[in-house]
Nanobody
Framework: VQLQASGGGLVQAGASLKLSCTAS????????MGWFRQALEKQREFVAA????????NYAPAIEGRFTISRDTAKNTLYLQMNNLKPEDTAVYYC???????????????????WGQGTLVTVSS
């Protein structure tokens, strides 16, 4: 299984970015797909998650209303649309895939089986 994240970059506060994560190596019908981020000298934190079938979506309170998670099953790609970016959103963003998760566990990074390599998002003030 491979997860390939892309789309990061350097933007000014208030700008938008759309991250992509291309998944390959298996079918993901039974998987939850998540985005996590890790800022410098901080722990990895949950951003958003969606079931591959699209029935359940979960967001971290810090980004709710600004970020939107989605997926395109035909392209095997997970997305994170990030609007109104803030300097505190600066981090390396990782995509992840996990099976057997329940809604209350989507934010637990330990339960995800596969991880992408991360893409850096830098938001300047």
């Amino acid at each position: 299984v491979q997860l390939q994240a892309s789309g990061g970059g350097l933007v000014q506060a208030g700008a938008s970015l759309k991250l992509s994560c291309t998944a390959s190596g298996r079918t993901f019908n039974s998987y939850a797909m998540g985005w996590f981020r890790q800022a410098l000298e901080k722990q990895r934190e949950f951003v958003a998650a969606i079931t591959w079938k699209g029935g359940v979506i979960n967001y971290a309170p810090a980004i709710e209303g600004r970020f939107t998670i989605s997926r395109d099953t035909a392209k095997n790609t997970l997305y994170l649309q990030m609007n109104n970016l803030k300097p505190e959103d600066t981090a390396v963003y990782y995509c992840a895939a996990g099976t057997g998760l329940i809604t209350s566990s989507y934010s637990d990074a330990r339960l995800y089986d596969y991880w992408g390599q991360g893409t850096l998002v830098t938001v300047s003030s």
